[in-house]
């Protein structure tokens, strides 16, 4: 004859937690990149005018990958919406990521460029670091993603 199995009250309690727990949300519809159980909003404030696209770039955590061409995770495209739009990401995994978001005013899919090589479009990043001498340092714009859902705000910056 089988014996009933006893269980230690921390068991009985997180066996009744784990059934109760909610199940996980689902990411929103329009989320772009390869899905994942893990993703990023992001809202891209102070654009001039809802022309073009915005591109959303998704960086690992590696300095030498980052603002280098095939460096990015994912580009993900969004229509542009004044004065903000939001935009939905995943992410590969709960970690650590850069983001570096232009307003492509033209939808060429290029950040465009003066004669200088300076950006002649709108630009952002995580954490909305200064840019005044140049590009950000990396660990400036390092962002911390360690659940699903977090929104960050960045604000667009133009020439």
Same mark, same amino acid.
């Given at each position: 004859m089988l014996q009933p199995r006893r269980l230690s009250a921390a068991a009985l309690v997180l066996t009744a937690a784990t059934a109760f727990a909610a199940p996980a949300a689902a990411a929103p519809a329009g989320c772009l990149g390869t899905p994942s159980d893990t993703w990023l909003n992001v809202s891209i404030e102070g654009l001039r005018n809802g022309e073009g696209l915005v591109n959303v770039a998704v /960086?690992?955590?590696d300095p030498r990958q980052f603002l280098v061409k095939g460096g990015t995770i994912k580009n993900n495209r969004f229509n542009a919406s004044a004065p903000?739009?939001?935009a939905c990401v995943?992410?590969?995994k709960p970690g650590v990521y850069a983001i570096?978001? /232009?307003h492509d005013q033209d939808a060429s899919r290029k950040l465009n460029r003066s004669g200088l090589g300076l950006p002649t479009e709108g630009y952002?990043?995580?954490n909305n670091p200064?840019?005044?001498a140049g590009l950000p340092?990396?660990?400036s714009v390092r962002l911390n993603v360690p659940k699903a859902g977090l929104t960050t705000h960045i604000r667009m910056k133009y020439p």
């Open positions: /960086y690992p955590d903000v739009t939001r995943f992410v590969p570096a978001v /232009y952002g990043f995580s200064a840019t005044l340092a990396f660990r």
